[in-house]
């Protein structure tokens, strides 16, 4: 019975550092996500973590740039340029829940955990279940982690959605993304 005692202990342990590493690397992206408000693109940021240490970062731009540019792809390319042969122990971390694209992205460099903090009901993909997918996908499926720091991503969102002047995101009040941000909750 100690060592049972002791065992969940530590686990407990475990989650609580966990989760002070969560929120550590979510404001991180975070701040990500406050530069590209700044530069009224959508409040997405994202970083990328392995062994404790950031080797990737992006945020959402499409300004002269392709519309691949999602910060996800960004952060992803710039950390496996650095390893990519250790991406099944990397986190992804990301302001808005990842779209298919991103998720696509995420399943085929077999990154090993998503952190999010906003789910996106408009075009998020990070709720797939392995079973929806190509088979060669089933074993090597993220863990992942909602809601870290929601409130956080959410208010930069209801800025953005207040302020934008991009008319894709003004004439959308009946985006589900739109209405999860502005709606009081």
């Not at 049972?4 to 989650?15: A, K």
């Not at 590209?36 to 973590?49: C, F, H, N, T």
């Not at 992205?105 to 998503?114: C, D, M, Q």
């Not at 209405?179 to 909750?185: A, S, V, W």
């Amino acid at each position: 019975m100690f060592w049972l005692n002791h065992i969940m202990r530590i686990v407990s342990m475990r989650r609580k550092h966990m989760h002070f590493q969560d929120i550590t690397y979510m404001q991180h992206a975070l701040q990500e996500a406050r530069r590209a408000l700044q530069e009224d693109e959508l409040p997405v940021g994202a970083i990328v973590v392995l062994n404790g240490a950031v080797c990737g970062v992006g945020r959402r731009s499409h300004t002269g740039h392709s519309r691949f540019d999602h910060a996800e792809m960004i952060a992803l390319r710039i950390a496996l340029e650095t390893d990519y042969k250790n991406a099944h122990d990397m986190t992804l971390y990301t302001t808005l829940e990842p779209c298919i694209m991103c998720f696509g992205a995420i399943l085929n460099s077999r990154i090993g955990r998503i952190v999010y903090a906003l789910e996106d009901p408009y075009g998020g993909a990070a709720s797939l279940k392995p079973h929806h997918l190509p088979v060669r996908h089933h074993a090597q499926f993220p863990v992942i982690e909602r809601g870290v720091l929601r409130e956080n991503a959410r208010a930069l969102f209801q800025i953005f959605f207040q302020t934008t002047k991009h008319k894709f995101w003004n004439n959308h009040s009946e985006n589900p993304l739109v209405r999860t941000c502005l709606t009081d909750r």
